[in-house]
């Protein structure tokens, strides 16, 4: 493999600049949060003032999925923005400071330099969520109980096509824009609106984007149903997400051949 | 109020984590490559900013 040095040189960028344990502490801090709230929830309320004397609060356990599935809605918001910002300055921010020019003038093609950066994201992306998971689902199986590690890791890959499109989609400003911030403004704007608004759009639009992803990672972690019955909801959303994926890759690669550098 | 320090004790650890690795970098960085120049206020908003400062430091804090 000749893209095999360019693919070292980002990675030796990631642990210079810490990315590379930023990102799993970050995610595991986002959602490890969520079962510890939802368990000290009782004590929090009967410390909160303004509440008459001999109020009683019923608040049933909630079962170990129900909260672990609580935890990936919660993140994706934040995992999103911690995404972005992570990845919105890796070819704008070279660009800006002239490193890609360097790098250009060496026999470096444009393909492997974009495809070297995108495989070191998605590898990190994908990394640091399972690190995550793994760590939240084993402290929410000693807090509430037990849960099918089958469901928690499929919910998992479910849900990573989402992740990979949020860099995707930075990733591909990152080659339009000439600056991180606006490259990183650009991918926020862009997936705040296609992680909401489909799901005004009717069903079948709802049910291919990337929220309705969500909703088909977060059934499989319930355990409401079995394996295969979650496996085919999922499968219109993950079809969307993908070619999403695709035309995205590609048209931050077609960018990046157009641009002057 | 009990506070059971056992369900908080790994988010105290990811916390202190983050904050050594920050200061780390904070120490054996010039001031002229941090942000604004001065070292100080950005070791005060490590320490004293739970999990947001050193995320902050990361981000924004560092010129390379």
Redesign the interface.
């Known amino acids: 493999m000749t893209s095999y040095p360019m693919i070292r040189k980002e990675f030796h960028e990631l642990m210079k600049t810490y990315k590379i344990l930023i990102v799993p502490i970050v995610f595991i801090a986002l959602m490890i949060t969520q079962p510890i709230t939802m368990k000290m929830l009782p004590e929090i309320l009967a410390n909160s003032t303004g509440l008459p004397k001999g109020t009683v609060i019923n608040i049933p356990t909630p079962s170990a999925p129900e909260v672990l599935s609580t935890a990936i809605s919660k993140f994706s918001s934040l995992g999103t923005f911690v995404l972005i910002l992570v990845a919105m300055g890796t070819i704008a921010g070279e660009k800006a400071s002239g490193v890609a020019s360097m790098v250009f003038v060496k026999p470096v093609s444009r393909a492997k330099y974009y495809l070297a950066k995108a495989v070191t994201y998605y590898a990190l992306t994908i990394g640091s969520m399972l690190i995550g998971i793994g760590i939240t689902a084993y402290y929410t199986q000693l807090l509430f109980g037990q849960l099918d590690w089958a469901h928690v890791w499929l919910g998992t890959l479910i849900y990573i096509p989402n992740l990979l499109l949020v860099v995707t989609t930075t990733i591909c400003a990152s080659s339009f824009f000439n600056n991180a911030v606006g490259a990183g403004g650009a991918s926020l704007l862009f997936n705040i609106v296609i992680f909401t608004v489909p799901q005004f759009l009717g069903k079948f639009l709802d049910m291919v984007s990337p929220g309705g992803l969500t909703n088909a990672a977060i059934m499989m972690i319930q355990e409401n149903s079995t394996i295969a019955e979650a496996a085919i909801t999922a499968v219109p959303g993950l079809a969307g997400v993908l070619t999403l994926n695709f035309v995205f890759f590609f048209m931050g690669w077609y960018l990046l051949e157009r641009s002057e550098i | 109020?009990e506070?059971?320090m056992q369900?908080?004790a790994?988010?105290i650890g990811?916390?202190l984590?983050?904050m050594v690795?920050a200061l780390i970098?904070l120490v054996r960085r010039d001031a002229g490559r941090v942000a604004g120049g001065k070292k100080w206020p950005w070791a005060l908003g490590i320490i004293f900013i739970n999990?947001l400062g050193p995320?902050v430091y990361?981000?924004v804090g560092?010129k390379?």
Do not use: A, Y
Request: hydrophobic fraction near 65%; glycine fraction near 0%; charge should be negative.
């Open positions: 109020m506070v059971d369900l908080l790994p988010l990811i916390q984590l983050l690795i970098d999990t995320i990361f981000f560092r390379d």
